[in-house]
């Protein structure tokens, strides 16, 4: 149980352009979801936190008008890195949070590559 | 939430135990020790979690000092699929999990 999943997997794009990962917790209602970046050789940093139906919350140094997240449903976050750049190159992992419970299960990341 | 200290890097033969330190002297009375690691470009996976007495499952176990200043994840048996980033955790129930640069354990044939 507990599984969470990411699309996709590894993802190239141009510089400029926007592209959207998602998130989907398979067997559980997650209330919260959270998203981590991992630059190279580095640990995870949390970007964000969002309650289903509610305004993310942004860590200081991550700009919301550019790291886009949804969290629309209970089982579903979407983050959305709108024009990107070669600087946003990165490793993206989500994790989430059930109902009433405290630990976070994370999914397999998705690896973004700006071109 | 409580500051850990880790080694950066470990090495162990496979096989052997592999017996991972962590330090977290200012940990409150009611933050847990968590473990997860991290296998290259894949999401973190979780290890083992304890508030004071020792515990054990199918992967590993968790020593805690008795005055929970310091913990040890022991891997009874490396295998090569153990070589991974380790991290250990101090965290409130309801906190949420704040990564530190973690123990790069090789695991060598």
């Known amino acids: 149980g507990a599984v969470v999943s990411q699309h996709p997997s590894w993802v190239i794009c141009k510089s400029g352009t926007s592209v959207k990962i998602e998130c989907r917790s398979l067997d559980f209602q997650a209330t919260t979801m959270f998203w981590y970046r991992q630059f190279p050789k580095q640990s995870l940093m949390l970007m964000a936190t969002s309650n289903e139906g509610s305004k993310a919350t942004y860590e200081q140094g991550v700009e919301k008008d550019k790291f886009l997240i949804n969290h629309a449903s209970l089982t579903l976050s979407t983050l959305t890195v709108t024009s990107a750049h070669p600087e946003d190159s990165s490793f993206y992992i989500c994790?989430?949070?059930?109902?009433?419970?405290?630990?976070?299960?994370f999914g397999p990341g998705t690896r973004l590559t700006v071109t | 939430d409580a500051k850990t200290t880790q080694p950066t890097s470990m090495d162990c033969a496979e096989g052997r135990a592999a017996n991972l330190p962590c330090n977290h002297s200012t940990i409150s009375g009611n933050e847990y020790v968590y473990w997860y690691r991290q296998i290259h470009s894949q999401g973190p996976q979780y290890i083992i979690h304890?508030?004071?007495n020792n515990e054990t499952n199918e992967m590993a176990s968790l020593i805690i000092t008795e005055d929970r200043k310091s913990s040890t994840l022991i891997l009874p048996h490396a295998t090569l699929r153990d070589t991974a980033v380790y991290y250990c955790?101090?965290?409130?129930?309801?906190?949420?999990?704040?990564f530190g640069k973690g123990t790069m354990l090789l695991v060598s044939p």
């Open positions: 955790i101090v965290r409130s129930p309801s906190s949420t999990l704040t």
């Open positions: 304890g508030l004071k």
């Open positions: 994790s989430a949070r059930e109902l009433q419970g405290y630990e976070q299960y």
